[in-house]
């Protein structure tokens, strides 16, 4: 047990649908992340959460659309997704700078 | 701007043998500084930290790690490497600047050899 659930495991959409990913901590953490993994690619950072505020948007398209209701659930809602956006999605939490990252296992999505 | 690098991106080693993984990073004051590990499929699993104190820091799963700011490297050791510590390590530097966020270095892949 991580502290850090994200669900579903694994996701196939195509490229019309709208599915929506969710991350969940109960760590008492105050900040919220979403990260994109691509094979081969380094560690993208897509979007930050601070006491539920989005303090961070890294130039991420809008058929990605975060939403963060409270400090321990926070969402990815996509829609009419390319296959190239097919990697792994990360979300991670954080109490304070120094202390790291809590990350869960992620969310795996391919897009047909 | 804080930044990370790993210079090796794969590492091989035997089983039983000793291993340290480089970073090198760069930030103008004091970062705080993790290591993290990922293996497949999995999410990324915090090994180590430092951000005060002694400059060799004691991980999970028999890591450790030493800052050293002359050089601007805290590179990650453990003395004997088990089959299962194959996965890919990640370094991170952070600060309370910046939101907060913590910059990733690309990662090295360690496979361990029977």
């Known amino acids: 047990e991580t502290g850090v659930t994200q669900t579903p495991r694994h996701l196939v959409m195509g490229m019309t649908n709208k599915k929506s990913l969710k991350c969940e901590q109960h760590?008492?953490?105050?900040?919220m992340y979403w990260y994109k993994q691509s094979a081969k690619k380094p560690l993208e950072l897509m979007f930050v959460y601070n006491f539920k505020e989005q303090t961070e948007n890294n130039s991420v398209p809008s058929r990605f659309s975060p939403e963060c209701p409270n400090s321990s659930h926070l969402f990815l809602h996509l829609h009419t997704l390319q296959p190239e956006d097919s990697a792994l999605y990360l979300c991670?939490?954080?109490?304070?700078?120094?202390?790291?990252?809590?990350f869960g296992s992620g969310t795996r999505l391919t897009v047909v | 701007a804080q930044s990370v690098t790993q210079p090796d991106i794969h590492i091989t080693v035997s089983e039983g043998a000793s291993l340290e993984l480089r970073c090198n990073y760069s930030?103008?004051?004091?970062?705080?500084l993790f290591w993290y590990v990922q293996s497949p499929g999995q999410g990324l699993q915090l090994l180590l930290k430092y951000f005060s104190g002694d400059t060799l820091v004691q991980g999970i799963k028999g890591f450790e790690a030493e800052f050293k700011r002359s050089q601007s490297s805290f590179n990650l050791r453990k003395p004997s490497v088990h089959w299962s510590d194959a996965a890919e390590y990640f370094c991170?530097?952070?600060?309370?600047?910046?939101?907060?966020?913590?910059?990733f270095g690309d990662g090295t892949t360690l496979t361990v050899k029977p």
């Open positions: 760590l008492g953490h105050n900040a």
């Open positions: 991170a530097v952070g600060a309370d600047t910046n939101a907060g966020k913590s910059t």
């Open positions: 991670a939490s954080s109490q304070v700078p120094r202390n790291g990252y809590t």
């Open positions: 930030y103008g004051a004091t970062p705080y």
